[in-house]
């Protein structure tokens, strides 16, 4: 079964620091997967889309990986804002549609 | 450039109701879908289409209508309201496939049916 699945549920973090999302898929075949932020009340953005000759992309202070071989990505934020609480999405596209997981709650304190 | 725009942000229905969801999109996308999303789950396909004039259902189409007359519109429709319907959904719209140029979202509209 094609399936997404993101840790942890929700994260706080203070202010300046780091954090890592994870995303493990079982999608199959794999075309790409997309990390989405979506602010409260709005609709996700892409953050990043990644296909499966890359292992990095970067996006400012957001910085996805992928391992195909294990089925797994991170989306890691460098030195978080206020502005990075959110919920982040990862989407997997397989042969002919989006699976999405149930994202994780980010919440950055002052 | 207003992007993909929906109304209305929030509505209540009684149960029964029937009512439009509003989407339109300035990008001239071919591809649009609507979403729903519930709390602990990921967004859901309800219908989609790849061009003016053709739909296709999604995942969970049932009491859901929609339609595609022009590029930039595609209404969603809700023919007699359920608990079950109560949810955010998300009009997005694509230049192509969306799995390779990726969706635009609307900012949702919250809908609560009592």
């Known amino acids: 079964k094609n399936q997404v699945e993101q840790s942890p549920q929700s994260l706080i973090i203070l202010e300046g620091k780091n954090c890592t999302l994870q995303c493990n898929y079982t999608v199959s075949p794999f075309s790409n997967l997309r990390w989405y932020k979506q602010d409260t009340g709005r609709g996700p953005v892409s953050l990043t889309i990644m296909t499966f000759s890359e292992n990095t992309k970067s996006n400012g202070r957001y910085t996805a990986t992928l391992d195909a071989d294990t089925k797994q990505s991170s989306l890691h934020i460098t030195a978080s804002q206020l502005s990075d609480s959110a919920s982040y999405i990862c989407v997997v596209s397989g042969a002919d549609k989006l699976i999405f997981g149930t994202g994780t709650r980010l919440q950055v304190f002052p | 450039n207003a992007g993909v725009t929906q109304t209305p942000k929030f509505q209540v229905l009684k149960t029964g109701q029937s009512m439009t969801l509003q989407c339109a999109q300035d990008m001239n996308h071919e591809y649009m879908s609507w979403y729903r999303q519930d709390p602990g789950m990921g967004l859901r396909l309800i219908h989609y289409?790849?061009?003016?004039?053709?739909?296709d259902q999604g995942e969970v189409p049932n009491g859901y209508n929609v339609s595609r007359s022009t590029t930039e519109d595609f209404p969603l429709r809700l023919l007699s309201a359920a608990p079950s319907q109560t949810s955010v959904y998300f009009c997005?719209?694509?230049?192509?496939?969306?799995?390779?140029?990726?969706?635009?979202f609307g900012s949702g509209t919250r809908l609560t049916v009592v």
């Open positions: 289409s790849v061009g003016a004039g053709i739909t």
């Open positions: 997005a719209s694509s230049y192509g496939q969306s799995k390779v140029y990726g969706y635009t």
